[in-house]
């Protein structure tokens, strides 16, 4: 089922979760193991990740450094297709720009739509880790912008190089985007970032999920401007416990986003991890209530694939 016809039909704030593919090499029970812990609370939907190649350099005869490119989690459309088939739930794949041409997307969409797959979270991506800004493939598209009015372009039988009379073998895709309380970091200001999303939806994604944040106050006030600029789609929280002391400094530098001062004191008071952990607890199911009597669509677990925190959270809100 479609993501927008489930948040339609609910009638109370859905519960979602995000995962990663296993590093290259580890067993899918790593994603099972994930999942199963959470099977109890009901999950609409399972986001998975997309990660594009990095890049790493290899000694060559004669001292020269050879740059090659490597993936280190493949695998999102078999794990995408393997929940589908082992639990019945449906899945959300991240399909991003970066390192795609756009006929590698269209293959991409094509596969999907043979494994029937109808929802597409479509995404940027970032830049290249050794590089300092995102360069789109060439022939590929610049921002999800594109992507989204290219898979629409699909949604309506026209590919890349020719049209399909019969409209019934199209694809038929639910399109998601993702949009940032807190602003996107390369965007020069919020009302730009807003016109950005705009577009997007204009454009015909279905539902935003948000960047992760602590702080409500700031999911609200985007839900204010998303309002005001005629953005009528659901704007699904995307929320991540803290779970390490080490995180007060990784999730901003990482995520571009604030830890407020009483969640950023209470971690720093904690001895160890384990503490962190209950303090991250602790913090999110305040968050998910409060997001919950605001009526929010659906809340979006980012697990990391860690979901022993998720689910003492799920236990206590849902
Ligand atoms: P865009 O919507 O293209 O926006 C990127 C930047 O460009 C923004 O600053 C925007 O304001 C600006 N912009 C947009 N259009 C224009 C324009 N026409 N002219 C000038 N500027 C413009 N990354 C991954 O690699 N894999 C994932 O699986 C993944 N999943 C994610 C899931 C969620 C819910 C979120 C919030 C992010 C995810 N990301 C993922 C990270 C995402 O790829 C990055 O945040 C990326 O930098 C931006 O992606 P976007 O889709 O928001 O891009």
Redesign the pocket.
Known sequence: MKVIDRLKKAKSTLFSF?ILPPLKGKSIQSIYDSIDPLLDFSPSFI?V????EEYIFKKREGGFLERIPVRKRPGTVGICAAIINKYKIDTVP?L???GFTKEETENALIDLQFLGIDNV??????AVKSESA?VPEPGGNE???DLVKQIVLMNHGKYLNEEVEDLSKHSSYCIG????PEK????PNMK??LK??K??VDAGAEYV???LFYNNDKYFEYLESVKQLGIHVPVIP?IKPITSKKQLLSLPKFFHVDIPEGLAEAVEKCENDNEAKEVGIEWTIAQCKELIKHGAPCIHFYTMGRSESVRKIAKAVF
């Open positions: 995000e986001n990740t997309y990660h594009r991240h991003i720009c970066g979270l479509a995404l940027r991506g970032d995102f921002h999800a912008l985007v993702a949009g940032y996107h970091f390369e965007c730009a970032d950005h999303l577009a997007k999920v948000t960047q995307g």
